[in-house]
């Protein structure tokens, strides 16, 4: 397949890889292309962004999660030759699993994918010592991949004065991006604010875009995308199921939940789940006819009052799970199963009380990083069978739960966690489905067994 591709890479976090990423997605889209775009790494805000450009789903790629072979297949899987593909990097190029491996890293999605990578260096502060670095970069790049630079807060004039010598470390110099604050997107301590907390959004992509492409060469961009190398489609062992009885499995996405992988709805959909989507905050009752819920992670702690204040909501989630409603919860839809969260003012509210106990901010990392996971009982997973996933939150539990064991990939550390029985998984764990996609299987078989559906 002659797809055409880039990456937008960056040495470091905090180098400017999303505002460049939905400039370009912006650009391409004005000049009429038909983009798709993905977000390497377990991260769910960046997609959010993107899909804001572009008005449908952001998927993400991780070689962690799920190898060389199946990582190409799922970036694959419904392309066509008309695509545009961009994919975003995440952290530094090279920074793989525990910082150390190629494994998970940008560069190795780079790799799988044959993909061209544009990198976007933060200037602000440097001279000359910008070449020394980008020339790292390249002495380290074995497969030649990154073909082009873009220098990320520096003026019209500087560039001027640089991009002369750029060119004479052997790289395309394919613009500059200048700083000013309102064209940034500003972060909290998981990551970016979500795009729809952010006043006119999608005005503020647009403006970004217009300078984007007014500072940076957009056709030679989509001339190098154009030149990606050929990629072999692999045809998917997964069927779409289809039966008589579909059951409906009900998504929590709301302000409060919102972090999903689509590639883990789409797997549920391929199973032969219906889909249908709720709001813990704005609706009175469980989605009608629903055999299965699934509460996603997202800001629970942000909207602890408005989640209260929805009694209703919290009784029907809690006499569903009483009466062995199939359910699966991860992080924020974890921590909305407890009794009470404790907000940041320091006030205790009220959640859907089917676990006991206070989720509360520490203050601090509590978890952090990519897992594997063993379920003891084997009743997601067949015994000896493994997940993936991943653990990023501040706030903690009382109970995270004994019934699975973490592994960590590089070190092997282990720890218990999650609560499981045998219609449900609670844990702080971020799980993609696609690593493991028996889990997804074991989930709608018990959402299809369950014979009384959901009326509440």
């Known amino acids: 397949m002659k797809l055409k591709r880039v990456m ?10 999303t505002t460049i990423t939905c400039a370009l997605l912006q650009a391409l889209k004005d000049r009429g292309h038909h983009v798709v775009s993905y977000k390497c790494g377990p991260d769910y805000i960046d997609p959010m962004f993107h899909q804001k450009v572009l008005d449908i789903p952001s998927k993400n790629l991780d070689t962690f999660f799920t190898g060389e072979n199946e990582t190409l297949q799922l970036f694959l899987k419904d392309r066509k030759e008309v695509d545009f593909a961009v994919l975003e990097g995440v952290m530094g190029l090279y920074d793989g699993l525990g910082g150390i491996r190629e494994e998970g890293s940008s560069y190795h999605l780079a790799k799988v994918t044959k993909t061209p990578i544009v990198l976007v260096v933060d200037a602000k502060g440097m001279g000359r010592s910008v070449l020394a670095q980008i020339a790292g970069f390249l002495a380290y790049d074995t497969e030649h991949l990154i073909q082009g ?19 004479e470390v052997g790289i395309a110099v394919l613009g500059y991006f200048p700083e000013n604050k309102s064209m940034y997107f500003e972060s909290r301590h998981l990551g970016l604010q979500m795009p ?38 692999v045809e998917s062992d997964i069927e779409k199921i289809t039966t008589a009885h579909c059951p409906v499995i009900a998504i929590a996405k709301d302000e409060a939940f919102c972090f999903y992988y689509e590639d883990n709805l789409r797997l549920l959909e391929e199973n032969g789940a219906e889909l249908a989507y709720f709001s813990p905050i704005h609706d009175r009752k469980l989605p009608d006819n629903c055999s299965g819920i699934l509460l996603g992670g997202g800001y629970p702690e942000l909207y602890a009052k408005e989640l209260a204040a929805n009694d209703s909501m919290r009784e029907a989630i809690r006499t569903a799970i009483a009466n062995n409603m199939p359910t699966v919860a991860e992080c924020g839809g974890f921590m909305y199963l407890h009794s009470a969260i404790e907000a940041a003012e320091g006030s205790l509210y009220e959640m859907a009380g089917v676990l006991p106990g206070v989720c509360r901010n520490t203050g601090k990392l509590v978890r952090f990083g990519y897992i594997e996971i063993e379920e003891e009982k084997g009743r997601f997973l067949m015994e000896g069978e493994r997940i993936r996933g991943h653990e990023f939150h501040y706030y903690d539990s009382e109970d995270n739960g004994s019934d699975c064991t973490a592994i960590k990939p590089v070190t092997g550390k282990t720890y218990p966690c999650i609560i499981t029985g045998e219609s449900y998984w609670f844990g702080f764990p971020h799980l993609y489905y696609p690593s493991n996609p028996r889990f997804a299987e074991r989930f709608v078989e018990l959402a299809r067994k369950r014979h009384t559906p959901c009326s509440i």
């Open 8 to 17: 937008i890479a960056a040495p470091k976090s905090g180098s400017g890889k």
């Open 149 to 167: 630079v873009i220098l990320n807060r520096m003026s019209k004039s500087y560039f001027s004065v640089m991009k002369p010598l750029l060119e």
């Open 196 to 233: 729809d907390e952010i006043p006119k959004i999608k005005r503020q992509l647009e403006v970004i875009a217009k300078e984007f492409s007014v500072s940076v060469q957009v056709e030679q961009i989509i001339d190098m995308a154009g030149n990606a190398k050929p990629l072999t489609m």
